[in-house]
């Protein structure tokens, strides 16, 4: 055995009695320093804190935040009947009139020149039919030769409506009450049956129309409320549904709904952008809490509550209508309930807790 092969036995034979030796001791300082004494002391406890509600019960209006856009109550463009030379305007841009005021004339001096005519013609076959009528009474004419007269007096009769309704096509009136656009044509101008006079719209009351999705559309009424604002009209101005579509848009899967409101100062103009609270009903007595309380599971929902000696217990739950940032208990809680708000992801069956704020 060589001096090199020596010095490693050695050395061997040194590092196990010094491993015999040490390990002991050294286990030892192991179970017992610090790493063993950082958990909690033998039978102590944490308090978890956590804030709270009240459950009280309250009224829950069931609302829809939706879109909709402001449309007249009616409008029109107003076009002439028939085509001619405009001879007169009679209105201002922007004026409101009455139904059946005037607003534009046609030249008709060749319907008035048929008319002129045609009350001459009536005037001799009127004396003429008087004679006839008498001449029959004697029996100096036999019945057909008066019914010939009759018959030329009744057909003048109605050339002269027909014409007089000519007449009145060459006048474009007002269709109802409202207020009038910006004109299009001008005196001098010859126009026809397609051309745009002005726009005509009636803006007091207005509609509202919007659309809310099909889930809610059982839940859509005649008579209920939305409230509605517009960019220029901060402050909400209630409106009453008065009517919607009677089958769902299968393009967007909503039903359109048209609401009316009064618009006496004008605030509202026919194609605004507005917002709208629809409201779909009102529920007594709801419970309510808060939707960061609610911890969904496979079979629901549940909550935390504050049970007995301040510990967590677990309630099953039942919702009902959700709200942008609550939801509604149907069942599984009583008024007066202490329910977890925080800490909810901590709490465990049983935990401690401290509530450091109750709303």
């Known amino acids: 055995m060589n001096k090199q092969t020596k010095t490693l036995l050695i050395l061997a034979v040194v590092a196990i009695i010094a491993i015999i030796y040490f390990y002991p001791r050294w286990s030892s300082n192991t179970n017992s320093g610090p790493a063993a004494t950082a958990g909690p002391p033998s039978g102590g406890s944490s308090e978890l804190p956590v804030t709270v509600i009240t459950l009280k019960k309250e009224t829950l209006k069931n609302q829809l935040n939706v879109t909709g856009t402001i449309q007249p109550n009616e409008s029109v463009s107003l076009r002439p009947e028939v085509s001619g030379l405009v001879t007169k305007i009679s209105f201002k841009e922007g004026q409101y009139v009455l139904k ?7 030249n008709d001096n060749d319907l008035q020149a048929q008319h002129q005519k045609l009350e001459f013609t009536q005037k001799l076959f009127e004396s003429q039919e008087n004679r006839q009528k008498q001449l029959l009474a004697r029996e100096a004419i036999s019945q057909v030769e008066y019914d010939i007269v009759l018959n030329q007096y009744n057909t003048t009769l109605s050339d002269l409506k027909l014409v007089e309704a000519q007449i009145q096509k060459t006048i474009v ?17 010859v126009i026809g049956t397609g051309d745009e006079i002005a726009t005509f719209v009636n803006l007091d009351p207005i509609k509202i129309e919007f659309s809310i999705p099909e889930r809610y559309a059982n839940l859509a009424k005649v008579g209920a409320s939305i409230y509605f604002s517009s960019e220029s009209t901060l402050q909400e101005v209630e409106g009453k549904v008065y009517a919607f579509e009677p089958q769902i848009d299968a393009a967007t899967r909503t039903l359109k709904i048209r609401a009316q409101s009064s618009n006496k100062e004008g605030k509202f103009l026919p194609g605004m952008f507005v917002k709208i609270r629809f409201v779909l ?4 007595d709801a419970l ?4 960061e309380s609610l911890i969904p599971e496979l079979q629901g929902y549940k909550v935390f509550v504050v049970g007995k000696d301040q510990k967590a217990q677990e309630r099953v739950v039942e919702i009902g209508t959700r709200t942008e940032s609550q939801v509604q208990i149907t069942s599984g809680l009583e008024e007066g309930d202490l329910v977890l708000t925080s800490g909810i992801l901590q709490a465990r069956t049983g935990s401690l807790l401290k509530i450091t704020k109750t709303n």
């Open 100 to 106: 059946g005021t005037p607003l534009l004339y046609l």
């Open 288 to 291: 309510m809490v808060p939707a």
């Open 281 to 284: 009903g009102e529920i007594n």
């Open 173 to 189: 009136r007002a269709p109802f009450n409202g207020t009038l656009g910006l004109r299009q044509v001008s005196e001098g101008s």
